[in-house]
């Protein structure tokens, strides 16, 4: 984490403990076995699908009712943009857990936006997304209780970070997202159908859609003060530290040379607005505050792969036991990282995809493995042949 991140953090609190052990780490079976842990799920629905199983009597609705009011199209590709998709679970002591996307309407500069929200948006992922008109399978539940059904549905959904680079893709009909998504994925949210929920004002879970978080879509650093920066997120809102904290919306405007111009607006009309302009490679910018004429320079924040599991072991090299980890990132890839005599460095890398046991790893060195709530490494790398068991730990 960059020390402009830890300043912000400092100064806006980020509340909300992970709930992996409660919300499960991708065994559908043992998901539905626990009645100590989640009661019946309770699904955001339009129209029933033929092999929908969920209580109708758990729909709110103004979401069930046939024909709709606040419906204001069919169309799969219009409907996209109304509401949310979500899916929900009620854990006893705990309240409803809330996993849903947010799909924006096309900006002629951004794009189309979505933001998806994991447990009441503990996890979160957002960059761009299109949908095609192309028939894609999947592989999910229509609710907690029920098996993962195979299907196929006529849209897909592609999603891409903030880069162009496509990350997943998921299956779509209008009514229902097929979440099977292997990288943006979250614990106690995968392999479920996310039912369409129009009315979102009136929607039972109207406080979860409230309290989207503003993720970065770009952050910049003062040059000579790391502590201070600026963050852009996705819903058009900023975080400004390069003195005191402002909050506020921004917009955006292509510049004469090729890059954009972002105007801070700051919510509370007694702060100082700025205009951003970001260099066309998004690595450099100025910063000019409002009625000064000094300008700042800021340079990029470097990203940083988020760990979202992690496995702790040993390892036998040089005939010591060294300490020994595999890190899952948000990116889909993996590694196996060994601690040497105080020297750490990864000794096997790959990718992984989301199964209904868990994981699967395709290691670079040990081939293709399992990960649940161990994982059993055995390749040969460069310590050697290596039979290690590793734990969850994250």
Not at 104 to 115: H, K, Q, R, T
Not at 179 to 203: Q, R
Request: hydrophobic share 35%; net charge negative.
């Amino acid at each position: 984490m960059s020390k402009f991140m830890k300043k912000r953090m400092n100064i806006v609190l980020a509340g909300g403990l992970a709930v992996a052990m409660l919300a499960g780490c991708g065994n559908k079976d043992s998901e539905k076995k626990s009645d100590d842990t989640a009661s019946n799920n309770t699904v955001v629905e339009n129209n029933a699908t033929e092999n929908d199983t969920t209580d109708q009597e758990n729909v709110p609705d103004e979401v069930n009712a046939e024909g709709n009011e606040n419906v204001a199209s069919t169309d799969p590709m219009e409907m996209i943009l109304e509401g949310r998709y979500a899916y929900a679970f009620s854990a006893e002591g705990y309240g409803d857990y809330v996993s849903y996307f947010h799909f924006y309407e096309e900006d002629p500069v951004l794009g189309a936006v979505f933001y998806v929200g994991y447990l009441n948006n503990q996890t979160t992922f957002t960059g761009t997304y299109e949908v095609l008109e192309e028939e894609c399978s999947y592989l999910a539940a229509p609710s907690r209780e029920d098996d993962v059904q195979e299907g196929s549905a006529p849209y897909t959904i592609v999603f891409y970070d903030w880069s162009g680079n496509e990350v997943d893709r998921c299956a779509y009909d209008g009514d229902i997202i097929y979440n099977d998504l292997d990288v943006i994925t979250g614990y106690g949210g995968g392999n479920e159908f996310y039912y369409h929920d129009v009315d979102i004002e009136n929607s039972q879970y109207a406080d979860a859609y409230a309290t989207e978080m503003g993720v970065a879509y770009l952050e910049f650093v003062v040059e000579d003060d790391e502590y201070s920066g600026i963050t852009l997120n996705h819903n058009m809102t900023y975080v400004d530290l390069t003195g005191m904290i402002v909050e506020g919306t921004w917009t955006m405007k292509e510049n004469a040379d090729g890059g954009y111009d972002y105007t801070l607006i700051p919510y509370d009309s007694s702060d100082t607005g700025a205009v951003v302009s970001v260099a066309a490679d998004k690595m450099t910018a100025t910063y000019l505050a409002d009625g000064n004429s000094e300008q700042i320079k800021l340079i990029a924040v470097a990203n940083e792969l988020a760990i979202i599991a992690q496995y702790d072991g040993t390892c036998i090299a040089y005939e010591v036991e060294c300490p020994l980890s595999l890190r899952l990132y948000d990116d889909g890839t993996c590694e196996l990282i060994a601690d040497v005599f105080g020297n750490v460095g990864a000794v096997d890398t790959g990718t992984y995809e989301a199964t209904e046991a868990g994981c699967l790893l395709h290691m670079a060195y040990g081939g293709d493995m399992e990960a649940g709530y161990t994982v059993h490494y055995i390749g040969s790398n460069d310590l050697g042949e290596m039979d290690s068991e590793l734990t969850l730990v994250q």
